[in-house]
């Protein structure tokens, strides 16, 4: 025969620190704008630099020249004139975070494939919506600010 064994706790610190942490799981909203806002930062981080923490393939001897001809090089690689950095938004709301483009050449860019008339162009991955590990890193900071605060 098992015996069941009940403890309770008549503390009510930890019972008002529970309920607390129960209000503030109901809307995200917060924490959810600050991680839109380091999704944002990160975006704008990896046009600058190209890719981060590895680089962007270069562009191919071809878009250069074409891209000269044109007077857009030199410059920056995903930039000819600053339309996919500029559709880059956020949105937030009590549970979830998001970015995203909404320009048609947005996925190409980001995934790589082939593109261009027969898709014969072979377009590289040049992820410009990745999340370093500090990034993450300070996903979870924020998170645990958020809860501890």
Do not use: C
């Amino acid at each position: 025969m098992s015996e069941s064994i009940e403890i309770n706790l008549n503390n009510k610190e930890i019972e008002r620190k529970l309920l607390e942490l129960s209000k503030k799981g109901q809307d995200l909203r917060p924490l959810m704008k600050n991680i839109a806002g380091i999704f944002a930062y990160s975006a704008e981080e990896n046009f600058k630099d190209e890719g981060r923490p590895d680089k962007w393939q270069d562009l191919s001897k071809t878009t250069k020249e074409k891209r000269k001809k044109k007077g857009h090089w030199p410059g920056s690689i995903l930039q000819v004139e600053g339309k996919l950095a500029a559709s880059i938004s956020t949105d937030y709301d009590e549970n979830s975070a998001v970015i995203g483009s909404n320009l048609e050449y947005a996925a190409i860019h980001q995934l790589g494939g082939d593109a261009g008339r027969n898709k014969k162009t072979k377009i590289p991955a040049r992820p410009y919506l990745k999340l370093t590990e500090a990034d993450q890193q300070e996903i979870l900071d924020e998170t645990m600010k958020y809860f501890q605060g």
